[in-house]
């Protein structure tokens, strides 16, 4: 069997690399000057929780394969995974933990969408929020570069988790997983009710 654990996430400011800055004052803009520092502690909480319940789950990190959103098929994928943990990305330094027990580490991501959708947030964060056209073709394009970045996640996925292996995929809520469900691929969500010493009640 092939098993895909869907580990939804919220990336923090150490994830986000050149846009931090904006997105930070975006949302000091949109939500108060102490808004974001309330946001990563809440995001720092659910990091925790995530670790928690994958040592619940008591996979053997050498039988894994890991998928990470925003992380492009480009050949250094490690350098990049260990360069965001040492920046204190919590998603990224629990990355390095794993593959460091033995698990794989996979490119995910087309580069070019990533480009496109790079180049979309940048816009959207700078430019004057309101209703028209130009946001309506912003907002269109928006969601078509997310659709292909989608599908070509499932598609890697399927191509490069092993029967007995299980994958773990980190992305982000706004992603969908609708194309995994025409493969042999089991799709669960951490914490789901498949999970019961996840859910459990830690003491």
């Not at 319940?53 to 050949?75: E, F, K, N, S, W």
């Not at 943990?85 to 087309?110: C, F, P, W, Y």
């Not at 078509?144 to 092993?162: E, P």
């Amino acid at each position: 069997m092939r098993r895909l654990i869907h580990i939804p996430i919220i990336h923090a400011s150490a994830d986000l690399g050149s846009l931090s800055e904006f997105v930070q004052a975006h949302y000091a803009k949109v939500c108060g000057a102490s808004s974001w520092s309330r946001r990563e502690r809440v995001v720092e909480a659910l990091w925790t929780d995530i670790q928690a319940g994958l040592d619940a789950l008591r996979l053997d990190a050498r039988t894994m394969r890991i998928y990470q959103d925003g992380l492009p098929v480009c050949g250094f994928e490690d350098r990049i995974v260990r360069e965001l943990a040492k920046a204190g990305s919590s998603n990224h330094q629990l990355i390095v933990r794993l593959v460091d027990r033995g698990a794989i580490l996979m490119g995910t991501e087309d580069p070019q969408l990533l480009m496109e959708e790079y180049e979309l947030q940048k816009q959207r964060l700078v430019q004057p929020s309101g209703k028209g056209p130009a946001q309506e073709a912003e907002k269109g394009r928006g969601e078509r570069v997310l659709q292909a970045r989608d599908a070509f996640i499932a598609r890697r996925i399927a191509a490069t988790l092993h029967e007995g292996e299980a994958g773990l995929l980190f992305v982000g809520a706004q992603h969908r997983l609708d194309a995994l469900k025409s493969t042999d691929i089991k799709v669960e969500t951490l914490g789901d009710a498949s999970h019961e010493a996840v859910r459990r009640p830690r003491s």
